[in-house]
Nanobody, 123 residues
């Protein structure tokens, strides 16, 4: 199992930036593909971005391309989401997720989930 803990959420104004972190304690962290999903009020949990085990491949949802950047530091067992030019529609609880076998945008592929961190973008 891979316990995942998100941090870095908060309140930010439109056009601002925020960085989320997802930390894991597992020694096998570097073997997992990781992803960010988000769930806005009354909405489905949607894909944001994913990164493969080495960090060499990334994948983004259309709504965040060019604004968000996903990265990971396997030496620190941590994944990051750099969010720029934030919009009100980015308001959501952001979750990190991990999987040993697959890498991509499908929520059902991921076996391990964090508890989420709230991001609120004010107009």
């Amino acid at each position: 199992q891979v316990p995942l803990v998100e941090s870095g959420g908060g309140l930010v104004q439109v056009g601002g930036s925020l960085t989320l972190s997802c930390a894991a304690s597992a020694r096998t962290f570097s073997t997992y593909a990781l992803a960010w999903f988000r769930q806005g009020p009354g909405k489905e949990r949607d894909f944001v971005a994913a990164i493969n085990w080495s960090g060499g491949s990334t994948y983004y949802g259309d709504s965040v391309k060019g604004r968000f950047t996903i990265s990971r530091d396997n030496a620190k067992n941590t994944m990051y989401l750099y969010m720029n030019n934030l919009k009100p529609e980015d308001t959501a609880v952001y979750y990190c997720a991990g999987d040993r076998a697959r890498f991509g945008p499908e929520r059902t592929w991921y076996d391990y989930w964090g508890q989420g961190t709230q991001v609120t973008v004010s107009p």
